[in-house]
């Protein structure tokens, strides 16, 4: 009787570690499937979680490094317990990536973080804000000028008669100037603005 609860051991034992081999087998495989070599990696700096803008940016270049083997990282300024974008774009070039994409709303306050990208041959797309900082690579968003003329274009649609503008501008900005420069151009070709 004593043998025969030996062999029921022993039969018990090896069924528990032919299951055991075979789960971590198929996580294994699971996991080499799982793992990619990318190619690059890149990092995109988000401005707002739930905005429909971003969202639509993060979603374009997720699909994009997706079918082109290209590793992304998303950090989103809003919904990290840093202090503001600055830390992120720090925290973003020590980890030494390809290239990083973001926003260029106070660029000129991270000028020597951004002289640090530089330095590490890491270049910067700007995104929607171009900046007034020359050390971005690139700058990926509206024209701002024809903005401006738009803007007035769409005023005088239709309308024969006389139109008066107010241009009310606190900030002052760069990218703003050229949408007041669109608008400017846009009622000095018009006589009745």
Request: aromatic residues 8%; glycine residues 4%.
């Amino acid at each position: 009787m004593k043998i025969d609860n030996y062999i029921v051991i022993i039969i018990v034992f090896l069924l528990m570690s032919l299951f055991i081999y075979s789960s971590l087998s198929m996580i294994n495989e699971g996991y080499s499937s799982y793992k990619k070599d990318y190619v690059k990696k890149f990092v995109l700096i988000k401005e707002e979680d739930n905005d429909y803008f971003w969202d639509r940016i993060e979603n374009g270049i997720v699909d994009i490094c997706d079918a082109n083997d290209i590793a992304i990282e998303i950090l989103d300024v809003s919904t990290t317990n840093l202090v503001s974008q600055k830390e992120v774009l720090e925290m973003a070039i020590i980890s030494k990536p390809n290239g990083i994409i973001m926003n260029g709303y106070n660029s000129e306050q991270m000028q020597d973080v951004l002289e640090d990208a530089q330095i590490n041959n890491i270049p910067i797309v700007f995104i929607n804000d171009d900046g007034v900082n020359l050390l971005r690579k690139a700058y990926v968003g509206p024209n701002n000028y024809k903005i401006g003329q738009k803007a007035i274009q769409e005023l005088t649609k239709d309308r024969n008669k006389d139109v008066n503008v107010l241009i009310v501008d606190d900030d002052n900005l760069q990218n703003r100037s050229l949408l007041i420069d669109g608008i400017i151009s846009e009622i000095d070709r018009n006589t009745n603005i």
